[in-house]
Structures are given as C-alpha cells and as structure tokens.
C-alpha cells in the first residue's frame, strides 16, 4: 500500500465522519440540545488535559446542560444535586459561576425550543382553545397568582361575589384556566 493511498483512505475517512457529525439527529430542538452539549464536552477535553484542577467544573458543565435542558424532568440527575456534588471539590464562587452560566445558556435554548415547538401546527388546537388564551391573558398580568391557581387545580369561581345571586344559587366553579384537558 502506497502513501497516496493511504492518504486517500485517510481522506475518505474524515469525509464519512463530517458527514455523520454534520446529518441532523432528531428534530431541530433536539439536535440543538445535543450538539451543544458535545460542544461544551469536546471542549472540556483539552481543559482537562491542560488544567486537571478544573475537572470539577467541566463536569459540572457539561451534566448540568441535560439537567437543566427540556428534558431535565426526567433526567436521572437534577441541578441542585449536582451543585452540591461539584461545591465539594471546587470553590463555590466558581461553581456558582459555572452553574450559572450553565442555566442561562440552557434557559436561553429552552426558550428557542419552547417557541419552536408552540409554533408548530400540531399544537394550533391547544393554543387556540378559549380556556387556554384565557390562562395566557391572565398570566400577562397576574403571573405569580396565575402560576398558583393553575398547579394548585382549584376551582375559580366565575362569579366575582360570594352572594348568592338573585335566583338564591352560589357562584358557579369551573376548573383552572390552565387545565384544559380537564372538561
């Protein structure tokens, strides 16, 4: 086997290896999950060769982006936990810093992959739904009390007053706003 063809090889190699690095994995919003998480991770691999010190940190970076990407809730490993694991080796100025920098990133992600997913057709139903746009409004102005109602599931009166009203019924009830799939 000669040089040039060994070389030629070679080549073919490292196009079929582009090619499998560059071809779209799942949907957009899981692609961008992914490769960024490979990004940080390649580029942990000469920090660690170059400062054995920071292994703490690229761990934390790099197990902290699932655990704070869209699929979070049903990683085996949550933030907080993490945190916690990498104070215990490092300075927690640093791994507040990490951590951090970590969540914003993956906050900023979460906010393109949310919107993208909102956007789709699929879900134009659920958006379109009146209960739906009626959480989304009061949410715009009452967010906190909003949030509450809505995880709670209790009953919103839909009359403002407690009285009885002129037939000597009390106010009606109807489920959250925020949970649709409930009638």
């Known amino acids: 086997m000669t040089l040039a063809e060994v070389t030629q090889g070679a080549a073919r ?17 899981a692609d961008l999950v992914l490769r960024s998480t490979g990004v940080i991770a390649l580029l942990g691999i000469p ?9 703490p940190l690229i761990w934390l970076a790099v197990v ?13 490993a949550a933030l907080e936990p993490v945190v916690m694991e990498a104070a215990k080796y490092e300075k927690p100025i640093w791994v507040t810093l990490v951590a951090l920098s970590t969540y914003v990133y993956m906050e900023y ?7 993208w997913v909102l956007d789709r057709d699929l879900l134009s139903r659920f958006r379109d ?53 409930t009638t």
């Open 13 to 29: 190699a490292a196009r079929r290896a582009a090619q499998v690095l560059v071809q779209p994995r799942g949907g957009r919003a």
């Open 47 to 55: 920090l660690t060769i170059a400062f054995p010190r920071l292994v």
């Open 64 to 76: 902290s982006l699932p655990a704070s990407g869209p699929l979070g809730p049903i990683m085996p």
């Open 129 to 181: 739904h009146r209960r739906v746009r009626t959480a989304v409004r009061y949410f715009a102005r009452y967010p906190f009390a909003t949030t509450v109602v809505a995880s709670s599931g209790v009953e919103v009166p839909k009359a403002t007053s407690t009285a009885p009203s002129r037939n000597g019924s009390s106010p009606k009830c109807v489920p959250s706003p925020m949970a649709p799939w």
């Open 109 to 115: 992600l979460n906010w393109h992959i949310y919107r």
